[in-house]
């Protein structure tokens, strides 16, 4: 007989190839191909018996269907982002950078979900039974009735939550595996954290879900390394996948659905660390607007969309005239190819001259902007602070710069509007659109171009002329 073939398997994105190479061509990363033994592969081949198959009744797709029930954990921001609360007999995946506080949240939910009477497990794969007690703790719930245990083999997991849930304790409603990575399977022979055995943990944890009808989470971490597999592998195979994202150095988290299978994906929930763990943010805009320095030149408000909710926050810039050949650029927060952009629209449909002249631009609070929409409060930031001219300090601003210099308008403008007035902002200045609903109490400014911007914010003379330039 033939030795089985061994197949290589990207850590990165799961595509499957018949020899390694250093480069995985599906998804392009490098060093991601791992060996893989095949038989986590379906079995064929001589001496497997063709088992003949049973007769499954076919189904109209109009039908009677109830509505999946929900366990509400109380922590709304969660519940906001899973779309109403946990569903029973679902998978899902937590990911997020190690150290981004996790463990934290499911500690949290799992304590608070207990509390109200469900059965709750919490599985430790990474820190042992004390150390979970310890951060219990420090959070103050170590009185909830959560049951906990360390352990890392999947067969043993699955059988002791067989074992103490039967009889009128049929199911528990919670199962949190912290992490995906560290679990193993019997059935399979390579070592923890490989795609493998990342895939046969999530295949055999997901079937106790759907078995069982619990709710199982899985904890995974993001890695860019692809030593441990990423759990981009089992994002196919569960029900939802949230992601928890923030800056370690800064204390605002951010939880994201990017695929939900029983709610929306534009939700997003908003937590703020603290020495007593995540606290729930009511209100993000006022997290990033907090220690805001009114009529600072180079400061302005956007007023921006993160999923479905608005958020306001402020962008600075410092342009300062540079001794050196080439002006240094840099941006913390946004893309910097779109500071490129906006520069150079700057400087060739509006006449400002900023070649001669170092540009750094950040974005307040260790947020990071992904919308186009924020190209206008950029351009105000950069022309204000060229001009060294704090802009009006009550005023927000939004709109996409395309390259010829126009304004494009951004959707949601009302909630954005709305979400500003709430904050005590009287004006606004973004671009004309059509889809404005009345904005009771503030003065709106509508632009079609950006030359309309300079314009209004400052008189020629304010600007310096480019010493370069003669
Ligand atoms: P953790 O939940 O362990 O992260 P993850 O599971 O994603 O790896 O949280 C780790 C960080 O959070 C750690 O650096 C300490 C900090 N932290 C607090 O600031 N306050 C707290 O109450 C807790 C429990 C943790
Ligand atoms: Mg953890």
Partial sequence: MAAPKTQFVCSGCGAVSGKWSGRCEACGEWNTLVEESPNTGVATGPGKVQRKGRIIPLEPLDGDTKDSPRIISKVAELDRVTGGGFVPGSALL??????????????????????????????????????????????????????????????????????????????????????????????????????????????????????????????????????????????????????????????????????????????????????????????????????????????????????????????????????????????????SARMSMILAVLEARCGVRLGGHDVYLNVAGGYRISEPAADLAVAAALVSSLANKPLPDNCVYFGEVSLSGHLRPVSQASARLKEAGKLGFEQATFAKTSELAKTPGMRLNTLESLSDLVVDLVTPGELPSDKNDD
Avoid at 165 to 179: N, T
Avoid at 206 to 227: D, M, N, P
Avoid at 275 to 284: A, S
Wanted: net charge neutral; glycine share 10%.
């Fill in 94 to 335: 937590l990911g997020g950078d190690p150290g981004i506080g996790k463990s934290t949240l499911l500690m949290q939910a799992s304590a608070a979900l207990a509390r109200a009477g469900n059965n709750v497990v919490y599985v430790s794969g990474e820190e042992a039974v004390a150390q979970v007690r310890l951060r219990a703790q420090r959070l103050g719930v170590e009185k909830s009735p959560v049951q906990l245990v360390a352990e890392t083999n999947v067969e043993n997991i699955v059988t002791t939550l067989q074992a103490t849930f039967k009889g009128d304790k049929k199911r528990p409603d919670l199962v949190v595996l912290d992490s995906i990575q560290t679990l193993w399977s019997d059935a399979v022979e390579s070592a923890p954290g490989t795609v493998s055995q990342v895939r046969a943990s999530a295949q055999a944890m997901i079937r106790y879900a759907k078995q069982s009808g619990a709710c199982i989470v899985l904890v995974g971490h993001v890695t860019k390394e692809g030593q441990i597999a990423g759990p981009r592998v089992v994002e196919h195979m569960v029900d939802a996948v949230l992601y928890f994202e923030g800056e370690n150095n800064h204390h605002f988290r951010i939880l994201r659905a990017v695929k939900n299978r029983f709610g929306p994906t534009d939700e997003i929930g908003v937590f703020e660390m603290s020495d007593t763990g995540l606290k729930q943010v009511n209100n993000p805009s006022e997290l990033f607007l907090g220690e805001r320095h009114k009529a600072a030149p180079g400061a302005a408000v956007f007023a921006g969309l993160e999923g479905r909710r608005p958020v306001l926050v402020e962008i600075q810039a410092l342009v300062a005239e540079s001794s050196l050949g080439t002006p240094r650029r840099a941006v913390v927060g946004w893309e």
